[in-house]
């Protein structure tokens, strides 16, 4: 399985709205709802920002939903905050029963 | 409160083996459903996921590292240990221990031990 394939990079300034989007194949994405964003900060482990495409777990803001068309999620997130300003992967499950991760998006907050 | 710690050395050389120990709190691995697994992160890069295994012993790998890995778990213990043979320098980096339910994506991570695999 190859990783989902991510921008390496995003950039908003605070109040605005950013979309990072994440290809797969039908292999993973376009054949589940088992997809899932992480936010990762410098030297912290990744925090759990929205799972089976569009879900929130609890306590994470609702500036922060999905999507998915196809082979390809989407992560929007408006109303940027600096604390917003980080790194973001996608998930997703696969047919073969694992998971594979995207690239990441690194998010600057100008 | 659910956590995970990962254990193990710091420092292995090319070709040794290394065992990692996730022993974690808060939840059981003899409650259906349930599943730990490991995903790593070479410094300044993306994260990959290795391996996980639920709670009927049920066991999944990454189809590039099936060969290198086993992963185990000791539900009395409430550990799961990860092996992964012929290490290589390309295998430096954060190894994460994680918890997750069927088919929902890790929401638990332990705080990460960073491997260097150097000669």
């Known amino acids: 399985q190859s990783a989902l394939t991510q921008t390496a990079s995003v950039s908003g300034s605070p109040g605005q709205s950013i979309t990072i989007s994440c290809t797969g194949t039908s292999g993973d994405i376009g054949t589940y709802k088992f997809v899932s964003w992480y936010q990762q900060h410098p030297g912290k482990a990744p925090k759990l920002k929205i799972y089976?495409?569009?879900s929130r777990p609890s306590g994470v803001s609702n500036r922060f939903s999905g999507s998915k068309s196809g082979n390809t999620a989407s992560l929007t997130i408006s109303g940027l905050q600096a604390e917003d300003e980080a790194d973001y992967y996608c998930s997703s499950y696969t047919t073969s029963g694992t998971w594979v991760f995207g690239g990441g998006t690194k998010l600057t907050v100008l | 409160q659910i956590t995970l710690k990962e254990s193990g050395p710091t420092l292995v050389k090319p070709t040794q083996t290394l065992t990692l120990t996730c022993t974690f709190s808060?939840?059981?691995?003899?409650?259906?459903?349930?599943?730990v697994g490991w995903i790593r992160q070479p410094p300044g890069k993306a994260l990959e996921w290795l391996a996980l295994i639920y709670w009927d012993d049920d066991k999944r790998y990454s189809p590039s590292l099936k060969s290198r890995l086993t992963i185990t778990k000791d539900t009395s213990k409430n550990q799961v240990v990860l092996i992964m043979t012929n290490m290589d320098p390309v295998d430096t980096g954060t190894y994460y221990c994680t918890r997750s339910l069927t088919q929902d994506p890790p929401e638990y991570w332990g705080q990460g031990t960073l491997v260097t695999v150097s000669s």
């Open positions: 089976d495409v569009s």
């Open positions: 808060g939840f059981s691995l003899d409650t259906g459903g349930v599943g």
